[in-house]
């Protein structure tokens, strides 16, 4: 299983630079796993593009929300709630933030 942080997913759906790399393993067959909010995070990404930088327009918004929402076939997504009190250890160990630690 490969876990796919927040980050990596909006870089693939903003097919920023490096895009191509995260595909290989969308598209490789491989059992991808992500926490639940990651597609919430993606969307805020999505939504800064499109409202704060103007970088998308309102047309591409909604052409890369719905290829966030076919991301759900293909990943195993998490509750982050089973995995936050590993997340408040890691943080603590690893002196960053508890959010950092569980994405």
């Known amino acids: 299983m490969i876990v796919i942080d927040a980050s990596s997913l909006a870089r693939y759906i903003l097919l920023e630079p490096g895009w191509e790399r995260i595909e290989e393993f969308i598209r490789g067959g491989n059992d991808l ?7 919430v995070e993606v969307s ?9 930088y103007s970088r998308i327009d309102r047309e591409e918004f909604e052409r890369r929300s719905q290829a966030l929402d076919l991301m759900r076939s ?11 009190s590993q997340a408040r250890e890691i943080a603590c160990e690893e002196r960053i933030t508890v959010y950092d630690a569980s994405t």
């Open 74 to 84: 293909v990943l195993f997504l998490e509750n982050p709630f089973e995995y936050l």
């Open 33 to 39: 796993a992500s926490l639940e909010y990651a597609l």
């Open 44 to 52: 805020n990404a999505l939504w800064k593009h499109c409202v704060l």
